[in-house]
């Protein structure tokens, strides 16, 4: 599943709220497939069917120049779980 665009846009204006310097920055979104641990099955006797999980990350990205001259990027990465709500976000310092 592909994030649409009305999604992207929801969590970009969370993020401008919360971080006003990633504002007008479009993310890149990547997807993953989250497997469960095979080792937890064995060690809990569970005989639950493994089920795959999907989680998508927005990366923002921007370049500031610090008061030493010093070009820093600056990125913040929002995790989505499979309902498109953010589950974690972790800012560059």
Do not use: C, W
Not at 26 to 39: R, T
């Amino acid at each position: 599943m592909l994030i649409d665009r009305r999604h992207i846009d929801r969590i970009k204006k969370k993020v401008a709220e919360e971080y006003p310097e990633f504002k007008d920055i479009e993310p890149e979104v990547s997807e993953k497939d989250i497997k469960p641990q095979s080792s937890v099955y064995e060690k809990l006797d569970l005989g639950v069917p493994k089920q795959f999980k999907s989680i998508y990350r927005l990366k923002f990205e921007r370049v500031v120049i610090t008061a030493d001259k010093i070009r820093m990027d600056r990125i913040l990465l929002v995790t989505l779980d499979e309902n498109l709500e953010i589950i974690k976000i972790v800012e560059s310092r």
